[in-house]
């Protein structure tokens, strides 16, 4: 099974702050990643897919990097409603696998 | 507008049984991949299994393999997971998604509670 290493596993950070979350695969995927928002009670929401490509709706202060096993979220400036937790998902290989999450909180 | 809409979750006794149900509608669902993945209390996504578009190709994490079967009627726009022989560690949120270059659409989720 591909290990998605996803770090850090919790933020503090403040509005307008500039925000990086990473995924490491266990081995090389290409570009066959997503990027995915959560937020309490509610179901994930894709923010990214093909590892840089932006979901259709989604604001552009977010973005994606990345290529093999190194993968970047980038959120340019933090709003009010960007406090939730982030998931990578490989699907280069069954079983797809989340990384573990990152919970972006208020500081 | 595409939806996905989950049903049948439940409170089951361990070795139990339950049918979950994904209707779909706003798009043509016979023209895509299929997945289920679930989220336990509190802790993050994991992956369960995947159909293909016709139903003749699925998928499955080990933790479910034998246990649980995914399906789906083109005809009624529905996708289904079989769950037997459940356990403690298969509590969890349930949801249904939409394969386009891997995991986009998320239903709303059901939740299933194995309890004795």
């Known amino acids: 099974d591909i290990q998605m290493t996803q770090s850090p596993s919790s933020l503090s950070a403040s509005v307008g702050d500039r925000v990086t979350i990473t995924c490491r695969a266990s081995?090389?995927?290409?570009?066959?990643l997503g990027w995915y928002q959560q937020k309490p009670g509610k179901a994930p929401k894709r923010l990214i897919y093909?590892?840089?490509s932006l979901q259709s709706g989604v604001p552009s202060r977010f973005s994606g990097s990345g290529s093999g096993t190194e993968f970047t979220l980038t959120i340019s400036s933090l709003q009010p409603e960007d406090f939730a937790t982030y998931y990578c998902?490989?699907?280069?290989?069954?079983?797809?696998?989340f990384g573990q999450g990152t919970k972006v909180e208020i500081k | 507008e595409v939806q996905l809409v989950e049903s049948g979750g439940d409170l089951v006794q361990p070795g139990g049984s339950l049918r979950l149900s994904c209707a779909a509608s706003?798009?043509?669902?016979?023209?895509?991949?299929m997945h289920w993945v679930r989220q336990a209390p509190g802790k993050g996504l994991v992956w369960v299994s995947r159909?293909?578009?016709?139903?003749?190709?699925?998928k499955y994490a080990d933790s479910v393999e034998g246990r649980f079967t995914i399906s789906r009627d083109n005809a009624k726009n529905t996708l289904y997971l079989q769950m037997n022989s459940l356990r403690d560690e298969d509590t969890a949120v349930y949801y249904c998604?939409?394969?386009?270059?891997?995991?986009?659409?998320w239903g709303q989720g059901t939740l299933v509670t194995v309890s004795s």
């Open positions: 998604v939409r394969d386009v270059s891997g995991l986009e659409y």
């Open positions: 706003g798009f043509t669902f016979s023209y895509y991949w």
């Open positions: 159909i293909n578009t016709d139903g003749s190709s699925t």
């Open positions: 081995q090389g995927i290409r570009n066959d």
């Open positions: 093909a590892a840089s």
């Open positions: 998902l490989q699907h280069n290989n069954y079983p797809r696998t």
